[in-house]
Structures are given as C-alpha cells and as structure tokens.
C-alpha cells in the first residue's frame, strides 16, 4: 500500500480475486460497500485535510474520530460508534536497518517517534484503523511496513489474509505486534552487552547513559503495549459485531503474542535494574580496590617517615646518632620495614 500523502483503496471480491482501484475510480467506493461478499479497504498515507474532509463528508465517520485524526497520539483504544469502530494502535517503523539503539526521550511524538540514539533508527507509527460492514480504512503517518505488508499479501492472493473485515483487520493488528520481536531482540542483545563490559570492568559513563535510556525505552514501550493488550482483549470478548466465530481464535493468538511481547517488556525491565545494581556495584568495588591501594600505598611510606621524623627531633640520646654508621643502619632499618609493610599487603592482595 502506498503512503506518501496518495489514497490507495483494495477491493475483495466475492470469488477471492483482489483488485485496486486508481484514483480516478475512487468514487465506486459507495457502490462496492454495498455489493454482497465484497470489502473495500482504503488506505491513506500521510492524510491532508482534504484527505480527512472525504472520509468525513463520504464514510460519514464520527466527529470524535476525525478529532482524533486531526490531534493524534492517541491512547491504542477501541472506540464504538453507530455503525462503525476506531482501532487505534502502534508498530514499529523502519526496523529492518537499525542497529538497536533506540534511546526514549519521552512521550510518543507528533510524529509517534520513541527515539533515536547514536543514529539508530527505530521508531513507532501510529495507526487509526475504522472498521464498519463492508469496509476497512487504515490512516497512517509515514511508512507503515503493517500496512504494506498486509497489502501486498491481499494483492498477491486474497485468500491470504481472508475476504471479511474482521481478517484484515487482524491481519494489520497482528504484522503490528510482531514487528515488536526484532526490537525486543536487539535490547535483549544490548543489554547482554552491556553486562558482558560491565562484568569485564570496561564500562565509561556512557555506560550508565545507556542503561537509563534503554530502562526509560521500556518503560515507554510498556506505555504503548499494556493499552494495545486491553484492545486485543476488547476485540476477542466479540464486542465488535464484525468479528465473527471464525475470527476469535486468531485474536486469541494476537492477544497472546501481546502477552508475550509484555511478559518479555517485565523481565527486560528486571534486567535492566540488575545491570543497573551490577554497574553500581562494580563501580562501589573498584573504588574500594583503589582506597585499599592507596592505604597500603600509605601505610609502606608511613613506616620509614616515622623512622625519620623520630631521628629528626632534636635530641641527642637517640640510639646511634653519634655513631658513624648509624646513619646507614637507619637507612636499612627504614627500608626493611617498607618491604615487610609491602609483602605483607601484597600478601593480602592489596596491591
């Protein structure tokens, strides 16, 4: 499906053939939705406001949901309207070339964008799908790789994804959540990095950065994902009267893999907060290493000074200070109470 600011509108035959329809034919729109066994599904990229005037003025959507069209960011919900039903839901974008350094920098952007770090680019697109009999209309900003990927399966073999609303609607639903696999990946690889340069002392303050922008990512994903779960939950109780008996049990699976992407969320989260206690810890142990270095460092030079602050008082019964080699004897008795001083912390493994 195309999505640079352009309106691109599939249409599902009765006998499982797919078709797509230019936009001079758009207008056979309202006659297809109501042909018997054929859905239409319109897709618009980067919607205008003419974009967003049509789907008011011909789809006759609810003034809410074009509100919510014109805001964005929204909350991933399930709205009920007389005759029709908003999805609103998140994937991931441009997964296929980043490296996994996504950095969280706050809430879901204008553009639904999570973050970006050290020139990584992942990312979250927000996606408005208004389901009613007979047709599909998925709003999108940016590339959607859900949309086009389901869009190329209906245009290669309908019978791919299914000829009802309801399975297309769980066709996108379902690309969406598992574009979240390869990014709980790539943390999970970060975060074994991250603890492999931890464990082996190698961690730089950028280290400790990371740990908190990955554990403030998580969190933000876990924002998206728990609303998407209630939505899965909502759509599988049937209160959407376009999901028929045939449709639950795959969104039973969507639900499930959205218990499993959560269940993943939590224990990343616990990782996370280890590898936080472990950088702490290392951190709290190799400044010990150096005070245990520095007061042995400290006790070997004492000895021999309080030798020569002893023999620098001003007195003159000090043993050996009028001999001729008591001058050397204190030299030797000075350094052999260093080398003692010194094999024994080396003993104790203080230096």
Same mark, same amino acid.
């Given at each position: ?35 018997? /066994? ?29 509100? /919510? ?122 975060? /074994? ?59 039973? /699976? ?98």
């Amino acid at each position: 499906m195309s999505h640079s600011g352009t309106r691109t509108c599939l249409v599902l035959e009765a006998d499982g053939t797919s078709r797509t329809l230019d936009n001079a034919s758009l207008e056979q729109i309202s006659d297809l939705r109501t042909t018997p /066994d054929t859905v239409v599904w319109l897709d618009i990229g980067d919607p205008t406001e003419d974009d967003i005037a049509l789907l008011e003025r011909e789809f006759d959507l609810h003034p809410l949901a074009i509100e /919510d069209l014109r805001k964005r960011r929204q909350r991933p919900k399930v709205d009920t309207y007389p005759g029709q039903h908003v999805v609103v839901a998140y994937e991931v974008r441009d997964s296929a070339g980043a490296q996994g350094r996504p950095r969280a920098q706050g809430r879901v952007g204008a553009q639904g964008r999570v973050g970006r770090h050290a020139g990584a680019g992942v990312d979250l697109g927000e996606l408005h799908l208004f389901a009613a009999p007979q047709q599909l209309i998925s709003v999108h900003w940016g590339p959607s790789p859900s949309i086009a990927d389901v869009g190329e399966r209906l245009s290669q073999r309908a019978g791919a994804v299914g000829r009802t609303v309801g399975a297309v609607l769980y066709a996108i639903l379902d690309a969406a959540v598992d574009g979240y696999f390869p990014l709980l990946d790539r943390l999970s690889d970060r975060i /074994d990095g991250l603890e492999d340069r931890i464990v082996a002392s190698q961690q730089t303050p950028e280290t400790l950065r990371e740990v908190l922008a990955i554990k403030r990512e998580l969190l933000e994903l876990r924002r998206v994902l728990a609303p998407m779960r209630d939505v899965a939950n909502h759509l599988l109780r049937r209160d959407v009267e376009l999901l028929d008996d045939e449709a639950a049990p795959y969104y039973q /699976d969507l639900y499930d893999h959205l218990v499993r992407v959560l269940d993943q969320l939590d224990l990343y989260r616990d990782l996370v907060a280890s590898t936080l206690d472990a950088n702490l810890s290392v951190t709290s142990n190799n400044l010990n290493a150096v005070m245990k270095r520095l007061t042995a460092f400290t006790v070997v030079l004492m000895l021999p000074t309080l030798v020569a602050s002893i023999y620098g008082m001003n007195f003159r019964a000090i043993p050996g200070l009028d001999s001729p080699a008591g001058f050397w004897l204190s030299l030797v008795f000075m350094l052999a109470l260093a080398v003692a001083a010194g094999a024994y912390f080396i003993a104790k493994d203080w230096f």
